[in-house]
């Protein structure tokens, strides 16, 4: 059971300054909101919103967060409104909470080619950040009590998390929180293979644990004999389910994994990294072709460590991640690392180029026009796109003002070729209507036409429809002109 004095006191360490009576209100307003209500589990509903918003707190989240985790499921399944939300908690609380109803409309399916536009629309549906967050801290909850839904529920979550959530986590830079989600998600959409890895990786760890103990103190004493502040070393073990996708690049052989427990090293700066990577090299043989310096090439999401794999005791193959204190929590943290970060370090760590990837780079260009707060992200990077809906529920990535026309030929040339109208959310539309997000599209197909409309190029807005118009009425022309070099030659 958590109690609302457990997320303060957590709270409490990180931000001494948080307004804690405002996070008991919400506490005592969802309480009441919430009262009789059961999950699934048999617990008082009240305890999923504290396990959210005590996640939210080991994330190190900003107040406003962590009192939207509180409340982000009262507008849907209580009697209490955005608005009461409002009146009580202000305008920021209350978008928090909106952005989370809204993308709880979003459902994946399991179509995997759209799984990217899904993704999309769902960075673009959050607006803020920190309601993607709170979504994580929510789902989290969600999968550690997931055995209490129905099969096919159960299932749909897991795999949802899988291809949507622990995606968009990764993107983030939140290495951690991918990892947990997959691992949350791994036993329920592939029960099998769970139980195999699981299996195969008990074995193994029971051995490999005394071996890097032994590593551990051996580094100790070499880091204290060189004079290397160390701030932790540890044996980190690699998540089952990054575990599994590597197993299968590699013969499904578990021996051929060399950082199934990896040694990590954290220092406090950057040139004290590169002086435990050089005491390694002395005392261990490094591997041809394992070193890898990201810190001076950091991976696209902004990861930073050195990495190298090395013949240690008894010729025994480990490997080391070797990485300053920011590099770390960055690393476990991504995005929300910038909240501890955020007044006197942002713009030194935006120059270091320590995050990011190309479809974020617009949050980036956010840091450094000033040291913003993680609520002054907002995730415009789609702002120019928009997602609609097939019948069966897939998402269509297509630009602003796009037409039915468009969204015909996305899904298929014939369909684009055969098109004679559309229902737009059930009613009747004219084929140049400009589309809004989250329209549901339905193509009517006309099966006796034979070529598209050139009418249509006046209205089209994507190259795909343009390209596949002009090239029917090319190849119609090119059909006239041949008929009458025949027609000439019979003469
Ligand atoms: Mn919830």
Known sequence: MITIEQIIEAVKEYNPDANVKKIREAYEFAAMAHAGMKRQSGEDYI??????????????????????????????????????????????VVKLVEGITKLGTL???????????????????????????????????????????????????????????????LRLGMGEMKGNLEDLAFPYVYPKEYAWVKKEAENKLKVEFKFIEKIKKIMQKELQAEGIEYIS???????IYSLYRKML????????????????????????????????????????????????????????????????EKGKIVEFQIREQKMHDLAEFGIAAHWKYKESDIKKLTKEKAIWIDGLKDIQKKFQDDSKYLSEIKVEVFQNRIFVFTPRGDVIDLPENSTPVDFAYHIHTDVGNKCSGALINDEMNSLDTPL???DVIEILINKNRKKPNPDWLDFVKTNVAKDKIKYYLNKEKDRKIISLLNKNKIK
């Open 436 to 438: 809004k997000s989250g």
């Open 233 to 239: 070393i540890h044996g980190r073990v690699k998540h």
């Open 249 to 312: 690049t590699r013969d499904k052989d578990i021996d051929k994994i060399y950082d199934l427990i990896a040694i990590r090293v954290v220092v406090k700066d950057i040139p004290e990294c590169y002086r435990v990577l050089g005491l390694v090299h002395k005392k261990w043989k490094p591997l041809k072709g394992r070193v890898k310096d990201y810190i001076a090439q950091p991976k696209p999401n902004g990861y930073q460590s050195l990495h190298t794999t090395v013949f240690a």
């Open 47 to 92: 305890q999923h919103s504290l396990a959210t918003s005590l996640n939210l707190a080991k994330l190190r989240l900003d107040t406003p967060s962590i009192i939207a985790g509180l409340l982000h499921d009262v507008p849907e399944d209580t009697s209490y409104t955005l608005e009461d939300i409002k009146k009580k908690f202000g305008k920021e």
């Open 107 to 169: 459902k994946y399916r399991g179509l995997e080619r759209y799984a990217e536009n899904l993704r999309k629309m769902f960075l673009a549906m959050a607006e803020d950040i920190r309601v993607i967050l709170i979504k994580f801290a929510d789902r989290m909850h969600n999968l550690e009590t997931l055995e209490h839904l129905r099969p096919d529920k159960r299932k749909r979550i897991a795999l949802e998390t899988l291809e949507i959530y622990a995606p968009i986590a």
